[in-house]
């Protein structure tokens, strides 16, 4: 089954205290992206990566690193978590960039930071 | 620069009524659109999109959108709502990165 899998699914943790958070998908995909989702603000891009060691930032970037090492993970890396990085947080994967195809999401991890 | 209106932050229908969901985009390049859906404490998956061809599009679960160029819109409808149908649904625009732009979301809420 295709999917986009994001672990933990719920995460509290203290200002200060590094933390990741992993994605994988088995799609193939070439594209994959960092969302931040709060109320009334829809969704907001973090960082994305065209490919494998190639990442950009979107348009939230600051607090946050992300790696891609391999295809199919694309962790996000909280270094020093700040209450206001409490939020709902979705990975997504696309095939290819620019390619406008249909992006794939997981499940969302909902980080409270205290 | 690509940006993306929802023009209701929520609409409370009864069921087997009908529903619009409007959405106004702005870009200065081709124009890709989609609608996503959030059911509550889940991830978003795709409804339907536009990327050429017949303006009007139809979707999973009975949704349609109708592409205006010269509206500049992307309304969303379906002409009898069902109490699953209740969730968050977001208008995209495929922004000139290939990244989407999502709109502030609508929240439906079907009542028996």
């Known amino acids: 089954e295709a999917q986009v899998t994001q672990n933990p699914r719920y995460l509290i943790t203290v200002t200060g205290k590094k933390l990741t958070v992993t994605c994988s998908q088995n799609m193939n995909h070439e594209y994959m992206s960092w969302y931040r989702q709060d109320p009334g603000l829809g969704l907001r891009q973090i960082y994305y990566?065209?490919?494998?060691?190639?990442?950009d930032k979107g348009d939230v970037p600051e607090g946050y690193k992300v790696s891609r090492k391999e295809k199919r993970n694309f962790p996000l890396i909280l270094e020093s978590p700040s209450p206001n990085q409490t939020s709902l947080y979705f990975c997504a994967s696309s095939g290819k960039f620019r390619a406008h195809t249909e992006a794939f999401f997981g499940q969302g991890t909902r980080l409270t930071v205290v | 620069a690509q940006s993306v209106t929802q023009l209701d932050s929520q609409v409370p229908v009864f069921e087997e009524a009908p529903v619009e969901l409007r959405c106004n985009y702005s870009?200065?390049?081709?124009?890709?659109l989609f609608w996503y859906v959030q059911y509550p404490n889940q991830g978003l998956q795709l409804l339907l999109k536009y990327l050429s061809g017949s303006t009007l599009v139809k979707g999973i679960n009975g949704f349609e959108a109708e592409f205006n160029k010269s509206q500049t819109s992307f309304h969303l409808r379906k002409p009898s709502v069902h109490i699953s149908d209740t969730a968050e649904y977001f208008c995209?625009?495929?922004?000139?990165?290939?990244?989407?732009?999502f709109g502030k979301g609508t929240k439906l809420s079907v009542k028996p």
């Open positions: 990566s065209m490919n494998v060691e190639v990442t």
């Open positions: 995209t625009v495929s922004g000139s990165q290939g990244n989407l732009i």
């Open positions: 870009s200065s390049v081709s124009v890709y």
